[in-house]
C-alpha cells in the first residue's frame, strides 16, 4: 500500500473539506502518489480521479413522525411536560383566548337580536369582570337572566 497521506491532505485543501471525506480511485492510486504539487492534485480532480464524499446528514423523517404524533394528541402526557401549567400556557395566554371567544359569541347574539344593547353591555362588563368561565357557561347565565326578565 502506497502512503498518499501527504497528497489526502492536499485535495481536502483543495476541495475544501475534511480528509476524511476524500476520496481516491484505487485504480488510479499509482497517478496519485506521483501528483506532488496543487497542480497535479486539481488536474486529477477535474479528471474525477480524487473526489469529495457527500457529507453526512441528519434525517428529519423520525422527527415528522414524531410531530405528526403530537399534533393527534398523543406524546403529551405528564412524562413529557417540564414546566408548569402556568409556563406552557401562560395564564395571560389564556384568559386573552376566552374572553376574546365570549365577547365574539356577545357580538354574534347582539347582531341575531336574542339580546338587546342593554343586556349586551351588562354581560360584557361581567365577562371583563371574570364571572364566566366559558361561552357555554356565559350561555347558560344568560338563559338564568332572561329567564328573570320574563
Not at 35 to 60: C, N
Amino acid at each position: 500500500m502506497t502512503d498518499v497521506s501527504g497528497q489526502k491532505r492536499l485535495a481536502a485543501s483543495l476541495l475544501r473539506c475534511g480528509v476524511n471525506r476524500v476520496w481516491f480511485d484505487p485504480e488510479r492510486l499509482s497517478d496519485i502518489e506521483n501528483a506532488i504539487s496543487r497542480e497535479d492534485l486539481r488536474g486529477l480532480i477535474t479528471d474525477g480521479v480524487i473526489k469529495a464524499h457527500q457529507k453526512k446528514g441528519v434525517s428529519r423523517g423520525r422527527a415528522r413522525v414524531r410531530t405528526a404524533q403530537r399534533a393527534y394528541g398523543h406524546r403529551k402526557g405528564a412524562g413529557k411536560r417540564k414546566g408548569a401549567q402556568g409556563a406552557r400556557t401562560p395564564s395571560k395566554q389564556a384568559w386573552i383566548q376566552k374572553i376574546r371567544a365570549i365577547r365574539k359569541a356577545l357580538v354574534a347574539l347582539r347582531e341575531e337580536k336574542t339580546i338587546d344593547a342593554h343586556l349586551y353591555r351588562v354581560l360584557y362588563r361581567k365577562a371583563a369582570g371574570g364571572q364566566y368561565r366559558s361561552v357555554a357557561h356565559m350561555k347558560a347565565q344568560m338563559e338564568i337572566i332572561v329567564g328573570r326578565l320574563k
